[in-house]
């Protein structure tokens, strides 16, 4: 079998699925090769800067890096900007969830909310509201330590 016998997932059968999961599975191995690619492309895009994003990202990594953080700290410090590529007005959420199945519950909250902690410096320039992120005052950051978090390490159930 190449493909799967159905046209609509509703006339699936159990070899169908069996099969498309054997794909899904070598598929999900590569999502590391396939976000260092993007992560490459980071250097190509957003003109204007001094810096592409793929030195902003290196640099966010190594400083993580060098502060002792762990290997989700730097993994989310190398790749919060990988939504750049598709999502230009929402790369925060969009880093968030691609990192969300690996990286545990604290590293994710602040790749998703990032973007908001930012406009401190610049939103008030263009009209928009430099203090958006006092909206998560008093939400409860998740705060999970690191010995002890359970990570997952795979796709959502």
């Not at 762990?70 to 190398?78: F, M, N, P, R």
Request: net charge negative.
């Amino acid at each position: 079998m190449t493909t799967v016998k159905f046209t609509a997932m509703k006339d699936g059968d159990r070899q169908d699925y069996e099969f498309l999961t054997a794909h899904e599975i070598d598929y999900a191995a590569k999502t590391g090769e396939r976000l260092l690619d993007a992560l490459v492309q980071l250097d190509e895009g957003l003109p204007g800067y001094k810096i592409t994003r793929l030195g902003h990202s290196l640099q966010a990594a190594t400083r993580a890096w060098r502060d002792g953080a762990d290997t989700d700290w730097i993994a989310c410090a190398l790749l919060h900007d990988i939504g750049d590529i598709y999502a230009p007005y929402n790369h925060d959420e969009y880093a968030a969830s691609i990192l969300k199945p690996f990286v545990r519950e604290q590293c994710t909250w602040v790749v998703e909310k990032h973007g908001d902690f930012q406009r401190l410096y610049y939103a008030h320039h263009l009209g928009g509201d430099r203090h958006a992120r006092d909206r998560f005052a008093g939400e409860r950051v998740p705060l999970l330590d690191p010995e002890t978090a359970t990570k997952r390490t795979g796709a959502p159930a």
